[in-house]
């Protein structure tokens, strides 16, 4: 698998988009479980057939862009809102990125390394390590570059997490992952409870660090992506499930403002597993 990804960053993204698209399809119309959480979720949402249809393929294309983005030459990116990066930064207090499972993830870490890190401010993002042992040494490799560091969902990656954020540095999570059990609580998401992450919340109240929201979109044609950012435009709440119901509030506000991108196929509401 190491090697056809390897040939596989190779290809122009335009070619993976393409290929991507058809997997899209052809997984939501052979996995009769994968097809109805799709459309399931999509519902729960209040969104319609029409407003998410995007998706199938886009879902695709984010498996199939993975090898570029990984071990391939780099990507256009363009910014949108960059100037709220260098206003964070400026003011020393550690920066959290928020972003749901929308658009491509991986593009606005590696866009930040590439543009802010140079100035001495990295940024650390949050994974959970796959299972595979090829595909965990595959990430850790790619993902780990000038710029970019990766804490793991241990306790030990928390504290790497503080750390990073008492130096003034930044630190990226996806708040509407399940975290394991005992690292969440129920709150509502589109109006219906979901496991939800506490740790993006607690890393603001314990480092005073500034949020900011952020999203990858997927340009058409594979002419490469869009880094969106914007502040949140309420303070969180100071008790602990108001905060988590606002962090979850803005996360819907993303993907309505690109549902075609969103990945509705992602088991939002499953029961979280222990942590190991």
């Avoid at 363009?78 to 972003?99: C, D, I, M, N, S």
């Avoid at 790497?160 to 005992?182: I, N, R, Y």
């Avoid at 929201?213 to 969106?228: F, I, T």
């Amino acid at each position: 698998m190491v090697t056809l990804f390897k040939l596989l960053s190779a290809w122009p993204l335009w070619l993976l988009h393409g290929v991507g698209a058809v997997l899209g399809w052809a997984v939501f119309v052979a996995s009769t479980v994968y097809r109805k959480r799709f459309l399931e979720n999509a519902r729960m949402a209040g969104l319609s057939w029409r407003q998410v249809r995007g998706a199938v393929a886009e879902s695709g294309k984010l498996v199939a862009e993975l090898p570029r983005l990984w071990l391939g030459q780099p990507v256009p990116v363009v910014w949108e809102g960059a100037e709220h990066v260098q206003h964070a930064l400026e003011t020393g207090r550690g920066t959290v990125f928020l972003t749901p499972h929308l658009g491509c993830f991986e593009i606005a870490a590696q866009a930040y390394a590439d543009r802010f890190s140079p100035g001495g401010k990295p940024m650390t993002v949050l994974y959970r390590p796959p299972r595979q042992s090829w595909l965990r040494e595959l990430v850790s490799a790619s993902r780990h570059r000038p710029g970019l560091q990766t804490a793991p969902t241990t306790l030990s990656g928390v504290k790497q997490m503080v750390k990073a954020l008492k130096q003034g540095e930044s630190v990226g999570l996806l708040p509407d992952q399940v975290p394991p059990q005992g690292m969440g609580m129920m709150v509502p998401f589109f109006g219906h409870d979901a496991y939800t992450m506490t740790l993006s919340v607690r890393l603001v109240q314990q480092t005073g660090a500034t949020i900011l929201l952020v999203w990858g979109e997927r340009l058409k044609w594979g002419r490469g992506y869009r880094v969106h950012v914007q502040p949140m435009t309420m303070a969180l709440p100071t008790d602990l499930r108001g905060a988590v119901t606002a962090v979850n509030r803005a996360m819907e506000a993303l993907v309505l403002q690109c549902p075609q991108q969103y990945l509705w196929g992602y088991a939002r509401y499953k029961q979280p597993r222990d942590l190991l």
